[in-house]
């Protein structure tokens, strides 16, 4: 008889947004007539834009006409569309990268959770208290780690807390470890990581020898100009760090799927034997072996959110989502409500009213409020407390939302 995979009844719950969405089920089969707002999963609103759409459309054409078809294309994605990203989202931060270093995927995390691939189970893992539940889940369902224990962390994975102690950025592990993952704009707290914070971190992974997992997908949400966009701004970062980018929330691409992570050549591990040895060469082999690459249509409209009509659209619905994160924040603040982040990030982090748990704030902001948010506990122990809101909706419903949030909370 098939034996499964033990690794997957470690875990347990069950992913956190499919939980939110039974309970959110649940409600509305009880009041049909209730009017709610989600603010939970961080999935956007608005459409593709004009330009982008267009590209999208030319590239279906062509897939109609025997002298523009494209079949199986490169499993590493398409060199123009590599390009494109090199030119317009890393030479304007003073990155130089090669096409050869930049692997377009169907999404950022995917790839966060497939780069595991290329690393030996024995390597000791860092991962941040709150944190996006992938970065944790699949280290467990790989195998690296032991039970879950009374604090809620799993044997074996090394946690880093994230509180207002250390403004949500995570000190340096005590133990020696040999990948941490680092995200920045971060989800869920918001807060970002700052250049000086950055560099302290390369010099820390050059030091010790560990690779930095950089998820960047929120990148395109920072507004201050002094936080670094990529981990490649920093000097050194070739030698210890993998970055992943989305176009998920950059340009709307949730339901279209496209990403990349940059895999630098430079980036060496060792064998066995002690060996040094290029993990691009690896993440390649991968790629090719379990990936067929991106749709040729999806890669002429990630290529068209780098134009210059395309990323002026682009850029007016990231505006649109960071206004919708500002009302969100203040509206917040106003009602007493302890916030942080939305102002690099389409999230804000709030302090649970009254001492109240996360769960128990998500029922009572659904059942009173008729507002769907995300629990903090859900990202990890040091989340418990907090609450995750998104800025993704409809600039009507986010005023609403805050309007019953403030007459409930409201000083």
């Known amino acids: 008889m098939a034996r499964i995979n033990d690794n997957y009844l470690k875990l347990q719950a069950g992913y956190l947004f499919p939980e939110i969405s039974r309970r959110v089920s649940e409600f509305t089969q009880t009041n049909p007539q209730s009017s709610v707002i989600r603010l939970g999963i961080g999935d956007v609103t608005k459409p593709l ?3 982008v759409l267009k590209a ?11 002298a523009t078809f494209h079949g199986y294309g490169p499993e590493q994605g398409y060199n123009w569309l590599a390009q494109v990203i090199i030119d317009k989202a890393y030479k304007p ?20 959770a497939n780069i595991l691939d290329i690393f030996d189970l024995g390597n000791k893992v860092a991962i941040g208290d709150p944190v996006y539940p992938v970065y944790n ?24 807390p994230c509180t207002e102690e250390n403004s949500f ?26 250049r000086e914070q950055l560099k302290a971190w390369v010099d820390y992974a050059i030091k010790n020898d560990v690779v930095i997992l950089f998820d960047a997908a929120y990148e395109a949400f920072i507004t201050e100009a002094d936080i670094p966009h990529s981990i490649y701004e920093i000097e050194g970062a070739k030698q210890c760090a ?7 929330k950059t340009a709307g691409f949730t339901g279209v799927r496209c990403g990349l992570t940059v895999v630098p050549e430079e980036l060496l591990g060792t064998t066995s034997k002690g060996e040094k040895y290029s993990f691009n060469k690896l993440w390649n082999r991968r790629q090719c072996t379990k990936f067929n690459g991106v749709s040729y249509p999806v890669q002429k409209a990630a290529a068209a959110v780098y134009s210059d009509e395309g990323w002026q659209q682009t850029k007016e619905i990231i505006d ?16 007493g409500i302890q916030c ?34 995300t629990p903090g506990s859900g990202f990890g122990p040091s989340g418990e407390g907090y609450f995750r809101l998104s800025a993704f909706g409809e600039r009507e419903n986010v005023e609403t939302a805050v309007q019953r949030i403030k007459e409930k909370w409201g000083k």
């Open 49 to 51: 834009v004009p330009a």
């Open 56 to 66: 999208f459309h030319d590239g279906v054409d062509e897939m109609a006409n025997s």
């Open 93 to 112: 931060l003073g990155v130089d990268l090669k096409p050869s270093e930049v692997f377009i995927s169907d999404g950022s995390k995917c790839d966060s």
């Open 137 to 160: 889940d699949t280290n467990v369902m790989v195998g690296r780690s032991g039970q879950m224990n009374d604090k809620g962390y799993y044997d074996g994975l090394v946690y880093m």
């Open 169 to 194: 950025n995570p000190d340096f592990p005590v133990e020696n470890v040999d990948l941490v993952y680092l995200c920045s704009p971060n989800n869920p707290t918001g807060t970002v990581t700052t």
């Open 242 to 248: 993998i970055e992943f980018r989305s176009f998920s």
């Open 320 to 335: 649109f989502y960071m206004e919708n994160a500002r009302i969100i924040r203040e509206g917040l603040t106003e009602a």
């Open 340 to 373: 942080y982040g939305g102002v690099n990030a389409p999230y804000i982090w709030l302090k649970t009213p009254q001492g109240m748990s996360s769960w128990d704030f998500f029922d009572k902001l659904l059942n009173e409020c008729f507002v769907v948010g």
